[in-house]
């Protein structure tokens, strides 16, 4: 009997001097990110979440809140800023007035792969061109989605067939551009997408490529063009607090694991996801999938939608110094720089 008490004491003694034991507990970060996490995007996000997990030594968890459950791009910032999430992922076309400088990427023939202009706004951001945009924030990723692409229940093939058209553009930048070609822009959230297509309240959507697919445009839709309007620019921001209160070995796992390589990374699924959705809407019958216009007809384009440019260097504080730095930039990452 007494030996059998002294084997319990001593595992007893085991279990509770054990540094598995006494290791506190990881430190959660919830991740709002309302999109599917199917997407290319999601799939990169999910896998630097075990990234930085492994790196930090089991001093983090995250954890992910896909969809509207936490959060919405709407609100995103919002729920970031007060720490209802740590972290969260949005698109900047919600936040335009916000983060002025930082629409660049959405200028007209600025930018046509999401991984080189992905790397370009955080440099911008590194060097402290757009940095004092982000004061309350803590970017984890800057970052684009693909070359833009024109969803319609319409044929599209000239600039004066956009005369007309109701379209839904995210932001002010694409809103403008739409304009300019003689449509008339409509603001509506991405999951609104679908249905404004299918009850005829537009007659386009101005969307990524991949992000057509997401929201099953294809289903309602059968003209897909590839349109110079831009590209999409997106962040992943973390709360400020939620980030200093973490211990050093946390805070070495983000930072090592952030910044241009995943903000390459995001930009990067996104180019390849636009080759697989131009494939797959190509492959569609009865559609019309044109990825990209002509020459002459990019060029009259370009002309047509010329004051967007002009106009945000005039009305963003240092618009002349931001366009020339993102453009030497571009073509520093274009060289492999």
């Not at 002509?294 to 366009?323: F, H, Q």
Request: proline content about 6%; charged content about 20%; some cysteine.
């Amino acid at each position: 009997m007494k030996k059998t008490m002294v084997v319990a004491a001593l595992a007893a003694s085991v279990v509770t001097t054990s540094p598995a034991a006494n290791a506190a507990d990881p430190i959660t970060l919830k991740f709002g990110y309302p999109a599917p996490m199917q997407t290319a995007a999601g799939q990169v996000i999910t896998a630097w979440g075990k990234e930085v997990e492994e790196a930090s030594g089991g001093t983090l968890a995250v954890q992910f809140f896909p969809g509207a459950s936490l959060a919405t791009f709407g609100n995103v910032l919002d729920r970031v800023l007060n720490k209802v999430i740590d972290i969260g992922f949005g698109v900047f076309g919600e936040y335009t007035a916000q983060f002025p400088k930082s629409d660049t990427p959405s200028l007209p023939f600025e930018c046509n792969k999401s991984g080189d202009c992905s790397a370009v706004m955080w440099r911008l951001y590194a060097s402290g061109v757009t940095a004092d945009e982000f004061g309350r924030v803590k970017p984890l990723a800057l970052f684009t989605f693909p070359t833009s692409s024109l969803q319609s229940t319409r044929l599209v093939k000239t600039a004066d067939d956009m005369k007309g058209m109701k379209v839904v553009a995210t932001g002010r930048t694409l809103s403008d551009a739409v304009t300019l070609m003689g449509g008339a822009p409509v603001t509506l959230g991405p999951g609104e997408y679908f249905q404004s297509l299918e009850r005829g309240t537009a007659n386009g959507v101005v969307v990524s490529w991949s992000g057509a697919l997401t929201f099953k445009l294809d289903e309602v839709s059968k003209y897909h063009l590839g349109v110079p309007f831009g590209l999409f620019p997106s962040f992943v921001f973390m709360n400020k607090d939620s980030y200093a209160a973490l211990p050093a070995q946390a805070k070495a796992a983000i930072e090592k694991t952030t910044g241009e390589s995943l903000s390459r990374r995001m930009g990067g699924a996104g180019d390849k996801a636009t080759e697989d959705a131009i494939a797959r809407f190509s492959s569609l019958p009865g559609h019309t999938t044109v990825p990209e216009l002509p020459p002459d007809e990019a060029a009259r384009w370009k002309k047509i939608l010329a004051p967007i440019t002009d106009n945000w260097i005039k009305n963003t504080p240092n618009g002349a110094k931001v366009i020339e730095a993102h453009r030497a930039e571009m073509n520093k990452v274009r060289a492999g720089m």
